[in-house]
Structure formats: C-alpha cells, structure tokens
C-alpha cells in the first residue's frame, strides 16, 4: 500500500483519501461500519465557537445527479467537541481535519486557538464557503482581501497548519486562492457545495426550508476539476480536491487535475463503505495505468504537455 | 447493520399505489426489532442518488425473509416497484431503534394507531406484542378504501377499527375521530404516521404513555449528515435528536413535532 501514500503539509497519510467535513459527523457512526484507520484522514465537522442548531428542516432534497443541502452548520460547538468527540478518535491511526466556522474574525480565532491544541487534530480547515448560513463562512469566502485577512489573523494564533476551503460560488476561484496563498495559507480544499434551489411543483416554494441550498454529488465534479486543473496551476501549495467523489477512477480524475489527495463527500451518504472500498480498488488501477506511485498523477493533465493553461 | 444485496421473492400491488415487497437475504435475520427501518438503493447509477427508507413491515427470522410496504410516489419508489423475482436490491440495515417491547406485561392492552404508509411497522409490533401475550387494539387510518391495506392480517392480531377521509371504509375521518367515538381501553399507545397525525393525537391525549415513530426526509439514514434532527421538548435550544439514528421511535413528548 506504500504507493498510495501522500504527504502534505501536517498530514502524512497513507492513502490521499478523506471523508470531507460535514459528511462523516464527528467518526462515530462510520467506525459501525470499519476501522477508521484505513482511511488516509478524515475531515470533521465544523466547529463553532458556541454550540449551534442549524436551519429548520426540511434540510436535504435530491436533484439530479446529486443533492442540496443546507443543514446550517449544527454542532455542539468547539468545547464540547473537543471534550466529547475528539477523544474516541485517538484509538484510531488517522490524521483529523478540524473544519472550523465562526460569524466574525475573533469567533474563527478563538476556535482556531483551541481546537488546534487539542492533540488528535493534526490540521484546520478554514471554512469560508458555508452557503446555508447568514454569518459563518461564505461572507469570508467571495472577497480575496476579506479571505486573505482572515486567513492571516487564524495563522497567527493556530498552533497547527491551515488549509483553506474555497467556494466555487465565485467568480475567480484563482484569485481567491492567490490571496488566502499570500496570506500564509498551508494548502487549499476546494471545492464547497454550489448554491443551489428546487421548488415543489405542489407547495410552489423552495423544498428546503432555508431556500437555498448547497448543491454536492456526482453532479457538481466537472465544475470541481475544471476550478482545481485551474487553481493548482496558480498556486504552490497542495490542493484537497473534493466535489462529487464516487469512484477509484475519480479520484485519480482529482489527482491529475492537480489535487494532492481527494475527500470523499456525498458518497458517504450513498454507501457508508465507499471510502475503504476506494481504498482498495486504488492499487490496482494505479497497475493498470502504469502508474507506481500515486502521486506521479498529481498535477498530470497540464503538467504532460507543459503548456499552461488559459487563464479565466 | 450492514449492507448486502438481498433478493427479491416476490412484489405485488395490494393497495393503490402500495407495494408489497418480500425479500430474502442472511442480514434479515437481524432484524427482531419492529419500528426499525431499512436504507435501500433503488438504482445502480447516480438517478435517484439517495437510498429510501422503507419501514419494516413483518421478518420471518427462520426464512431470514422481510417484508416492506410501500406506497410508490416519486421517482425512487417507482424504480422499486419494478424490481422483480430473482433481482437483487442494495439494502442497508436494519437501522434506528425500534419499539420496546418489555413496558407492558402480559395481559395488558397495546392501542396501535397508524397513519398511512405509518401502518406497516405497526404490523411487526402488533404480531411480536401478542406473542409476549398482551391484546392488541388497531386503529388504522387511511384516505379511502382503495388507499387502505393489511386489514385483515391486523385483524388476526386483534381488533381493528379503520378511519377513512372520504368515509368510503369505516368511520369518516382520522383516526382521532375513532378515538374520540369509540370507548378503548388501553395500556399503552404506540403510533406511526405523518406529522400531523401525530400532533392531533398529542392535542386529543394530552397525558398518553407510549411511543410515537417519526418520519423526516433523510440523507444518510445513519446519523452522519444531520439532515433528520428534530428539537426536544424542554431541552435547550441547541438540543436535538437525529430522528434515523436516535429514533425513528422515541417516547410520547419527548420530540417537539
């Protein structure tokens, strides 16, 4: 399994792949189905400074292809994750992703401060791409001096490495990318959900109680490896690639896109196996494309032919 | 809980729009628990995306053999009610916790009202209460008499009285009209169907003892995507229960509908 294994800033993982924030809880419900350190890491999710309920349900309707959500970052908040769902993970060999979200710099500060103490937390993931709250994430998330500046000031106080996730409700996510780089940024994960609505035909009002609703799954992966084909090529730090997840071969999809390791998201929900059965369809496929170590493929659709691409 | 392909013995249409679906596979032998559910893939491609919960209708532990029913509405359920004899389906389960079955004792009476496509988990309950010896009375709702199935087999367990809306079969009305016309006497409620159903009998038996089930739309069915919370009655704020993972059953008042 020695060709699978990746190294990124704070994370040394022996496979590129994660369960994404948001849809792996807290670890607890997919240690039911196996044994967590198979995984390459795992993303939990966001934490906020005070304990929160989130937005009222309905809070997920199916679409093509995919699904909207817009659960409003519910979680206990940073206290009592650190106290309460943190501890079960060190019984298992993997690297946690803290997400982290807040309304105002001082909230993302101070869970920035904490959680990165906390022993099993081996990187933050800066979330400022959360499109179902009205304070908390995407406010941060489509302006690059707003991004940079938070993304400076949570460097500043967390005693781990930052990874920023970016949203792809932007209109240059290359610029966006640029900006959180400059400001100290240890490496990128992109992409968050699409904002998204579906109305009921019967009701003749947006399904999801919130309206909007962030669009994931198999339907929004073009839009996740055109932005990371796009950004890796900008920046120089590593790039966890995520948005529509489903197979071994997407995952090698991300990788030559330019992402580093890949997070698996929605799928989680479809088949609470898929991360370990990714896992061990990967060597096989790397055999079959040549390949003899994953990350050979990193980077490999323009890094082939040498020509940058077209900048947006 | 786990995931395996079982297969189908058998699909029938029982109702309108009801389907009646057998299935057989080892992770049935699982499934002792009545209330709980199960996740199923309706398809191999991305169209639909998400499995259906589908509540668990009657297990044959021995046959290692489940019944669901199930009333075909969108798209997921309509791909369901194709698969025939021989054809595998992607099931998840069982999943949730299902009704305790040890609050009352032998000889007392279980009162079951179920709404709906709320009536199959009630048919498990009511066959598992009376082996542990306690009488069962049904009150089944439904919106007419085409709408309306599995009498008869809830007559094996017991009385049954059925409500329609259009009067067609039965009382008139909702199940808390039969409640309001008819004297039962009765230990305990237990209680599945929609929201609505479940807030009227709330507002009718204010100091009722037993358990209600609960429906919500569902992302992963396991607890991991918070798609299914619900507030707790006096709890604080931030307060909540994942209607998949710490129900779908939970005590009368515990859940704020």
Same mark, same amino acid.
């Given at each position: 399994m020695k060709k699978l294994s990746v190294s990124l800033p704070g994370l040394e993982m022996k496979n590129p792949i994660m369960p994404a924030s948001g849809c792996f809880g807290f670890g607890k419900e997919y240690a039911e189905f196996y044994d967590l350190s198979v995984l390459g890491a795992a993303a939990i999710k966001a934490a906020t400074r005070e304990p929160r309920f989130g937005n009222p349900t309905p809070r997920v309707a199916e679409t093509h292809s995919g699904m909207l959500n817009a659960i409003g970052l519910q979680n206990p908040g940073v206290d009592q994750i650190m106290e309460n769902e943190l501890p079960h993970l060190q019984s298992y060999d993997l690297p946690i992703v803290a997400n982290i979200a807040g309304s105002t710099e001082e909230d993302y500060c101070e869970v920035a401060r904490k959680i990165s103490l906390h022993p099993q937390v081996s990187v933050l993931e800066l979330n400022i791409s959360c499109p179902n709250v009205k304070e908390g994430g995407i406010q941060f998330g489509t302006d690059a001096a707003t991004a940079a500046a938070l993304t400076k000031k949570v460097k500043a106080v967390s005693a781990k490495?930052?990874?920023?996730?970016?949203?792809?409700?932007?209109?240059?996510?290359?610029?966006? =990318?640029?900006?959180?780089?400059?400001?100290?940024? #240890?490496?990128?994960?992109?992409? %968050?959900?699409?904002?998204g609505m579906r109305i009921d035909l019967k009701t003749r009002k947006p399904v999801i109680a919130n309206k909007t609703g962030g669009l994931s799954g198999p339907a929004i992966k073009p839009v996740a490896i055109r932005m990371i084909h796009e950004v890796s090529q900008a920046v120089s730090i590593p790039i966890i690639g995520m948005g529509g997840v489903s197979s071994a071969e997407d995952v090698i999809e991300f990788m030559l896109a330019g992402a580093s390791a890949v997070a698996i998201g929605t799928a989680n929900f479809v088949d609470p196996y898929i991360c370990p059965e990714i896992i061990s369809q990967l060597p096989e496929l790397l055999e079959k494309m040549n390949v003899n170590h994953i990350t050979e493929l990193i980077g490999g659709s323009w890094k082939e032919c040498g020509t940058p691409s077209l900048s947006r | 809980m786990k995931k395996e392909f079982v297969q189908v013995i058998s699909q029938k249409e029982i109702a309108h729009q009801i389907f009646e679906l057998k299935v057989q596979g080892e992770v049935i032998a699982e499934m002792t628990s009545p209330g709980q559910f199960v996740h199923l893939r309706v398809s191999d491609s991305f169209q639909p995306l998400l499995r259906r919960p589908i509540s668990i209708c009657d297990v044959d532990v021995e046959s290692?053999?489940?019944?669901? /029913?199930?009333?075909?509405?969108?798209?997921?359920? =309509? /791909?369901?009610?194709?698969?025939?004899? +021989?054809?595998? $389906?992607?099931?998840? +389960?069982?999943?949730?916790?299902?009704? !305790?079955? #040890?609050?009352?004792?032998?000889?007392?009476? =279980?009162?079951? $009202? +179920? +709404?709906? @496509?709320g009536v199959p988990p009630l048919y498990y309950l009511a066959k598992q209460l009376k082996r542990r010896g306690m009488n069962i009375v049904s009150v089944l709702g439904f919106q007419s008499e085409q709408d309306a199935f599995y009498n008869e087999k809830f007559a094996e367990q017991g009385e049954v009285f059925i409500s329609t809306v259009d009067g067609s079969l039965g009382t008139k009305g909702f199940v808390t009209? $039969?409640?309001? %016309?008819?004297? @039962?006497?009765?230990?305990?409620?237990?209680?599945?169907?929609?929201?609505?159903?479940?807030?009227?009998l709330e507002a009718q038996i204010p100091d009722a003892n037993g358990?209600?089930? /609960?429906?919500?739309?569902?992302?992963?069915?396991?607890?991991?995507?918070?798609?299914?919370?619900?507030? $707790?009655?006096?709890? =604080? !704020?931030?307060?909540?229960?994942?209607?998949?993972s710490n129900g779908p059953v939970f005590p009368i008042g515990r859940v704020a509908l």
């Open positions: 490495p930052v990874y920023v996730k970016l949203s792809p409700n932007v209109s240059n996510i290359t610029e966006m =990318a640029l900006a959180v780089e400059e400001a100290g940024a #240890d490496g990128l994960s992109m992409i %968050n959900t699409l904002l | 290692k053999t489940l019944t669901m /029913l199930y009333r075909k509405e969108g798209a997921g359920t =309509a /791909l369901l009610s194709q698969k025939r004899e +021989g054809e595998t $389906v992607d099931l998840l +389960g069982p999943l949730g916790n299902g009704f !305790p079955l #040890d609050t009352l004792s032998s000889g007392q009476t =279980a009162l079951l $009202v +179920g +709404g709906g @496509i009209d $039969v409640l309001k %016309n008819e004297d @039962i006497n009765y230990d305990l409620l237990y209680s599945c169907g929609p929201t609505v159903m479940l807030k009227a358990f209600f089930s /609960l429906e919500e739309r569902m992302g992963c069915g396991i607890g991991a995507c918070f798609a299914c919370v619900c507030h $707790v009655n006096g709890g =604080a !704020p931030s307060d909540y229960v994942k209607i998949c």
